[in-house]
């Protein structure tokens, strides 16, 4: 079990991630987000983080341009292409930067499950977000706490490996883990004492959660 602490922002919650288990570290590049980090504060963040997790930068809708800067800043090992980059795009990316991807998909009806073949075709790791309620306010295409119906990605046969994220927490997690059976889970919002302001102990408890709960499978 895989598990990916996204949006991390200072030396101590990296820390702790690693220390926890932590397989993945994630940044975000998204300035409407409170998790977001400059390109220079990332590369600050990075250096303990290399050759203990992977390190993956969450960009959204982001040109060459943008993506390139943060190549140059922190290197990562892994895409986040958290926006609505379409399967062109996505293969374009993974080929000009010659590193994985990883697409985070938005669910919220089965409807939202029809792009998966043309995602899966070009992508390395599917990422399943909760989409927003129709009635709720977002700039935000994730980190915003709530989840999805776990139940619509219950039995999909997939061909690439498949992360679950939204509204994950250290109460649900084992739930969601037991019922989806993903290759692992990524947390952002759950484990915060407010927006953008990561909790150790939270941490600590989610990949401890996550880690037992993959174990008792």
């Not at 820390?15 to 600050?44: C, D, M």
């Not at 809708?61 to 090992?77: H, Q, R, V």
């Not at 927003?132 to 490996?161: H, V």
Request: a neutral charge; hydrophobic letters at 40%; charged letters at 25%.
């Amino acid at each position: 079990m895989y598990v990916k602490i996204c949006g991390l922002s200072t030396p101590e919650t990296i820390t702790t991630g690693l220390a926890s288990g932590a397989n993945w570290i994630g940044f975000v590049f998204f300035p409407k987000s409170p998790r977001h980090v400059s390109y220079g504060k990332a590369q600050e963040l990075v250096g303990p983080v290399r050759g203990k997790a992977s390190i993956v930068a969450l960009t959204v809708n982001a040109t060459d341009e943008e993506l390139k800067a943060i190549d140059e800043a922190i290197n990562p090992d892994i895409w986040q292409l958290h926006g609505s980059e379409s399967p062109d795009r996505v293969a374009q990316i993974r080929q000009k930067f010659a590193r994985p991807v990883m697409k985070a998909l938005a669910i919220r009806d089965k409807e939202d499950l029809d792009p998966i073949p043309a995602y899966e075709a070009v992508c390395d790791i599917l990422l399943f977000d909760a989409k927003p309620p129709r009635d709720m306010k977002t700039e935000l295409p994730g980190g915003n706490g709530i989840s999805f119906d776990w139940t619509l990605i219950k039995n999909l046969k997939l061909k690439k490996p498949f992360i679950l994220s939204g509204g994950l927490t250290p109460d649900n997690v084992a739930e969601a883990i037991k019922l989806t059976r993903p290759q692992g889970v990524d947390v952002s919002s759950g484990i915060e004492s407010e927006p953008g302001v990561k909790d150790p102990k939270k941490i600590t408890d989610f990949i401890s959660a996550a880690k037992q709960a993959a174990a008792d499978l």
